[in-house]
């Protein structure tokens, strides 16, 4: 965009190793060896700006960022349940991950995952560092649109986002 300033920023390799299919439907898969971390994080923030894009009827935007998220065309899936995203969090993390993803807004995320504070106790309980993620990056993107389009005297951005 004219007269906005970003900076480049190198991520790192990945390092994956393919896996043979079972069968010809089968989505190609691959196992990562070094990067997991930060692709899952990568897929928080497309989930974010996804959900942002929805809430704002941005269906284009929605469109091309749900194709970094989920494979297309699940009914001819060998294992749709397996198959549907792109990448999968580990194990440890795989149920809050799907949570996160087909929520579709923060809000569902904030209620499924609120912020618990007990009695006689400084700092809120913390939450899975995933959902930390997500609300991070939602709050960011959802602030940097606002700035933006307030910069530009875009004011229908504006008054979408708040």
């Not at 393919?18 to 070094?34: A, C, Q, T």
């Not at 942002?52 to 749900?66: G, P, Q």
């Not at 749709?80 to 807004?105: C, H, M």
Request: hydrophobic share 35%; charged share 30%.
């Amino acid at each position: 965009m004219k007269g906005i300033k970003s900076n480049a920023h190198y991520l790192g390799a990945v390092i994956v190793e393919g896996v043979r299919p079972h069968s010809p439907r089968e989505v190609k898969r691959f196992l990562i060896i070094d990067g997991q971390q930060r692709l899952t994080t990568l897929q928080i923030v497309f989930c974010a700006y996804r959900d942002i894009a929805r809430k704002a009827n941005w269906k284009t935007l929605d469109r091309a960022t749900t194709r970094y998220i989920e494979n297309s065309d699940i009914d001819v899936m060998e294992h749709p349940d397996q198959e549907k995203y792109k990448l999968w969090s580990t194990t440890l993390n795989r149920s809050v991950f799907a949570d996160i993803i087909s929520a579709g807004d923060a809000e569902v995320v904030e209620k499924k995952y609120p912020v618990i504070k007990l009695k006689r106790r400084r700092y809120p309980e913390p939450r899975n560092s995933l959902v930390e993620a997500y609300v991070y990056f939602h709050n960011q993107i959802n602030t940097w649109i606002t700035e933006t389009a307030a910069a530009l005297g875009d004011r229908d951005a504006v008054s979408r986002e708040r």
